[in-house]
């Protein structure tokens, strides 16, 4: 007598009887949950930033009417809370709007794979300031590495070595492997010469310059940029690097260099020291002060004329 198999049988579930083959694809592949705020960290050392500005007051009210339209991704950390790789203005929209959770996708990703992954779903950005891609573009580079690329990455701002993650990473996102190598140099400025970077103060050629020069040295450069309201041109960052290097760069010789008449500075007002700084409101960039002292003029000029008025009156 044959032996009798017993075949179990399974019924399809109400799901995948009214759903199509690739909605449930889709389900399988994508994990959607509301998650708390608080139960979310931002991703260690997120190099773009999140201000409280017009167009994240915008953000907050369009997410306060609609919700969230695109999910956040995160991925589960191994005390269980989350790490948000991609929507950090969102969380932070959400925040400001009084919503309690986020709408997130939770991918499986390695800390490289989610490093990758974060810095291209912030490239999206519309606008991404210099800062943010020098660290975002180190963090990349840094991950791509570990994964078993290799690269040659030299102190040289043009390196004649070509080293292949960082090839690859010009191609990704459109900059030659040059650019790239010029832009990761800029982590190594102090915070206040690179937020002039972010302001449009200093080009990229000159600031690329300082950063091989010693932090202390830096802040004395800053120091003077600050007293003399000028900054230093790309030959002129150069021969500071180059002094630096030979261990001639004093206080006087920055102040030397940086009060040299330029091409295209024949004339200029220079205003010294606590009597004009405190003047100016505070966390205004250096970018705008010229247009701030403009207006101001402007504004005493119409006094001036108005008073000139009353007394031709009297």
């Known amino acids: ?24 694809d889709d389900a399988k592949l994508k994990r959607i949950y509301e998650i708390p705020l608080e139960e979310i960290d931002p991703f260690p050392d997120h190099p773009f930033k999140v201000q409280d500005d017009e167009d994240m007051m915008n953000l907050a009210e369009s997410i306060r009417t609609n919700g969230i339209l695109t999910p956040a991704t995160v991925r589960k950390k191994e005390d ?20 309690p959770t986020l709408r997130c996708e939770i991918v499986e990703m390695s800390l490289d794979e989610a490093t990758i992954f974060m810095v291209d779903a912030n490239f999206q950005r519309s606008k991404i300031l210099p800062s943010e ?20 990455l030299t102190s040289s701002p043009v390196a004649t070595k070509l080293g292949r993650s960082d090839t690859e990473l010009g191609e990704m996102v459109g900059e030659s492997k040059d650019q790239i190598r010029r832009y990761i140099r800029l982590t190594e400025l102090i915070p206040e010469i690179l937020d002039m970077v972010d302001d449009g103060v200093i080009a990229l050629r000159p600031a690329v310059e300082l950063s091989y020069i010693p932090r202390l040295k ?19 960052a150069k021969r500071m690097r180059r002094m630096a290097e030979e261990g001639k760069l004093t206080q006087e010789a920055i102040e030397a260099i940086m009060l040299e008449e330029k091409p295209n500075q024949k004339e200029r007002i220079v205003l010294r020291g606590d009597r004009f700084s405190r003047l100016f409101p505070p966390g205004l960039p250096i970018s ?22 009353r007394d031709d009156a009297r």
């Open 80 to 99: 269980g809370r989350y790490e948000l790789l991609s929507g950090h203005r969102r969380l932070r929209a959400c925040q400001i709007a009084g919503i």
């Open 133 to 152: 891609k020098a660290f975002a573009y180190k963090m990349k580079l840094d991950a791509m590495k570990r994964q078993g690329h290799r690269s040659d």
């Open 1 to 24: 007598m044959a032996n009798e198999k017993s075949v179990e049988m399974r019924l399809p579930s109400l799901d995948e009887l009214f759903s199509s083959q690739e909605e449930r």
């Open 218 to 236: 830096q802040g004395h450069i800053w120091e003077c940029m600050e007293i003399e309201q000028c900054t230093p041109s790309h030959t002129q």
């Open 288 to 309: 705008q002060r010229e247009d701030y002292i403009a207006a101001a003029m402007e504004f005493y000029g119409r006094h001036r004329e108005r008073q000139r008025t």
